[in-house]
């Protein structure tokens, strides 16, 4: 036992993957870094990534100990683009750690996976924007204002404007 940190959300492929590209990228799922000098990354242990199941992104495979996954990330990025200049990713991930405290978001930004708090969420927050609901639970999900087994019905009944409302109001946090 120690210290775990789970993982949400699915990093999107930019672009549909073609049959050489998931070949490839498929070659670093569940991999251990140490096993393979050529990647440069041998300081990194298992790749604890899977293809989502519809074959759209990647997503943590729910092993046990995950450590330094935004570098797993980048190496992926990394590599797959030797091969195939056009990959890319986007989209986030939370990370949800055993203390409530710790959470945060490995996002892509700029081609990279980076790590960032919740102030990812308020730099990007707009009140005038209409969120999809994909965001809007993304969202609530990491204010922890809503829990993640919501029905349709409870859905629909959040409010946009309050819930940006409620996260851009400090004395509410």
Known sequence: MGYDTQ???ILKFKNELTIPQLTKIRTFLGEDCREHPEWGKTNLTYIDLELSKDYSGLEWDGSEKTYDLKDKINLII???KKS?????LEGHLLAQG???EDRYYIS???GLAIESDESYFYRSCDVNKKYTEEELIEFAKFCQIINLGLNEKEIESVNHYS???IWKNPKLK
């Open 163 to 165: 819930l940006i409302e």
């Open 84 to 88: 195939f200049p056009d990959f890319e």
């Open 78 to 80: 990394t590599e797959m």
């Open 7 to 9: 993982f949400d959300g």
């Open 98 to 100: 055993d203390s409530i």
């Open 108 to 110: 892509i930004e700029n």
